[in-house]
């Protein structure tokens, strides 16, 4: 049997097509991969706001590039139901395809929302719990009645990086620069993770000029006046309103209140843990 023999000219282009076949499986190799690592990270999204919130669809629209976005919110608004647990009636989702693929309206509260996402409608383990873009300020003790912090909150219990953003209006939303920063923040975070039991609580200032930066802030005191006014119907039957006056803040040099005035935006880091160590001391040396 003769053997093949090569011309210089045909080992030549022999070699350089193997070598660009194997160039391009590497790319394809690679570009698998990356497509693989995105789909792999996955962000639920909440508020309590309800679905059909600018707040919540501007922050999933900012978090897209990031991962896959998965939301998960109230059918309505549930503002200030704080951590409340829907226990006394089934609760059912179902899809708003309107709004993209993968939205899910709930009947139920923010905390209800975040659990039936992590254990029923996403398809494994989220790495990541958005909570927002609220439509008013959650600073103070604001977060003790907040439905969209509660949702980082129960994150934060299931053991899943959390966090909460509001932005600092009423009227006249712009959300684009609390979006912009909740990606950004997002990415961190993936990167980075949290410290253990622990959520952070974001507050974007909107004062009509760009934040300035961001401050790394304690959780402020809010000074609160009559908050429940007490009001007379038609029929002369006294009824009752809470809230309705404007609260001022303790003026705390390193506050969410005070980052915020100074159009800075504002990220507390919150744990779990409510106990007052400062006090076991004390009150272990009571007769009760």
Same mark, same amino acid.
Request: charged share 20%; glycine share 6%.
């Given at each position: 049997?003769?053997?093949?023999?090569?011309?210089?000219?045909?080992?030549?282009?022999?070699?350089?097509?193997?070598?660009?076949?194997?160039?391009?499986?590497?790319?394809?190799?690679?570009? +698998? *991969?990356?497509?693989?690592?995105?789909? +792999?990270?996955?962000?639920?999204?909440?508020?309590?706001?309800?679905?059909?919130?600018?707040?919540?669809?501007?922050?999933?629209?900012?978090?897209? $590039?990031?991962?896959?976005?998965?939301?998960?919110?109230?059918?309505?608004?549930?503002?200030?139901?704080? !951590?409340?647990?829907?226990?006394?009636?089934?609760?059912?989702?179902?899809?708003? +395809?309107?709004?993209?693929?993968?939205?899910?309206?709930?009947?139920?509260?923010?905390?209800?929302?975040?659990?039936?996402?992590?254990?029923?409608?996403?398809?494994?383990?989220?790495?990541?719990?958005?909570?927002?873009?609220?439509?008013?300020?959650?600073?103070?003790?604001?977060?003790?009645?907040?439905?969209?912090?509660?949702?980082?909150?129960?994150?934060?219990?299931?053991?899943?990086?959390?966090?909460?953003? *509001?932005?600092?209006?009423?009227? !006249?939303?712009?959300?684009t620069p609390a979006a912009s920063f909740a990606a950004r923040l997002a990415?961190n975070i993936l990167q980075f993770g949290l410290p253990r039991n622990t959520?952070?609580?974001?507050?974007?200032?909107?004062?009509?000029?760009?934040?300035?930066?961001?401050?790394?802030?304690?959780?402020?005191?809010?000074?609160?006046?009559?908050?429940?006014?007490?009001?007379?119907?038609?029929?002369?039957?006294?009824?009752?309103?809470?809230?309705?006056?404007? $609260?001022?803040?303790?003026?705390?040099?390193?506050?969410?209140?005070?980052?915020?005035?100074?159009?800075?935006? *504002?990220?507390?880091?919150? !744990?779990?843990?409510?106990?007052?160590?400062? *006090?076991?001391?004390?009150l272990s040396k009571r007769k009760i």
């Amino acid at each position: 049997m003769r053997p093949i023999v090569f011309s210089n000219s045909r080992f030549y282009a022999f070699t350089l097509s193997a070598k660009w076949l194997f160039y391009i499986f590497i790319c394809l190799y690679l570009r +698998k *991969s990356a497509s693989l690592l995105e789909i +792999k990270l996955k962000i639920l999204v909440s508020n309590d706001d309800g679905i059909q919130s600018p707040g919540l669809l501007a922050l999933a629209r900012a978090l897209d $590039p990031v991962a896959e976005v998965w939301v998960v919110a109230p059918d309505r608004e549930q503002s200030a139901c704080s !951590h409340s647990l829907t226990m006394n009636r089934p609760l059912r989702w179902k899809r708003v +395809k309107n709004f993209g693929d993968r939205f899910y309206a709930v009947n139920g509260t923010p905390t209800d929302c975040v659990l039936l996402g992590t254990s029923k409608i996403l398809p494994e383990r989220p790495n990541l719990i958005v909570s927002g873009i609220n439509i008013g300020e959650n600073l103070g003790e604001d977060i003790t009645y907040s439905g969209t912090v509660s949702a980082a909150i129960e994150g934060a219990i299931l053991g899943i990086p959390s966090f909460a953003i *509001s932005l600092v209006a009423r009227n !006249h939303c712009l959300f684009t620069p609390a979006a912009s920063f909740a990606a950004r923040l997002a990415r961190n975070i993936l990167q980075f993770g949290l410290p253990r039991n622990t959520f952070l609580n974001v507050n974007v200032p909107a004062q009509g000029k760009k934040p300035r930066s961001y401050k790394i802030t304690r959780m402020g005191k809010r000074i609160y006046g009559e908050s429940v006014q007490e009001k007379t119907g038609s029929r002369g039957r006294k009824y009752y309103i809470i809230g309705g006056n404007d $609260p001022g803040y303790a003026d705390t040099e390193d506050s969410d209140f005070k980052a915020v005035a100074k159009n800075f935006i *504002s990220i507390t880091p919150l !744990h779990l843990d409510w106990t007052n160590y400062a *006090s076991i001391e004390t009150l272990s040396k009571r007769k009760i």
